[in-house]
Nanobody, 130 residues
């Protein structure tokens, strides 16, 4: 059974850092592009970034570029989202999911194609406030 589990969220002050983890089981992580998404209350789910299979290259949306980084450890079946310089607008539930159609990310615009992704985790809450 395929399952993704997100962890590492919490409540922090602006400027703080968090490292989220997405642990995958039931599939070979290296076969899939993995996306990070987030959803704030009352807002649509939006893409944050993705990491491609094989080489682990990443794409990030402009709002987090320079602050967030994505990495993967295929041996540990885990994808990470390192979040630095957190802002209140980063407050959201963060999710990871596998792209069933691509092994490489299709740019940040491809994150809007949510239908390509499956096995969404339960999400982990990130709250940034003073």
């Amino acid at each position: 059974q395929v399952q993704f589990v997100e962890s590492g969220g919490g409540s922090v002050q602006p400027g703080s850092s968090l490292r989220l983890a997405c642990a995958a089981s039931g599939l070979t992580l290296n076969d899939y592009a993995i996306g990070w998404f987030r959803q704030a209350p009352g807002k649509e789910r939006e893409g944050v970034g993705c990491t491609s299979a094989s080489d682990g290259s990443t794409d990030l949306v402009d709002s987090v570029k320079g602050r967030f980084t994505i990495s993967r450890d295929n041996a540990k079946s885990t994808v990470y989202l390192q979040m630095n310089s957190l802002r209140p607008e980063d407050t959201a539930i963060y999710y990871c999911a596998a792209n069933l159609m691509r092994r490489r990310c299709n740019g940040v615009n491809g994150l809007a194609l949510a239908y390509e992704y499956a096995y969404w985790g339960q999400g982990t809450q990130v709250t940034v406030s003073s």
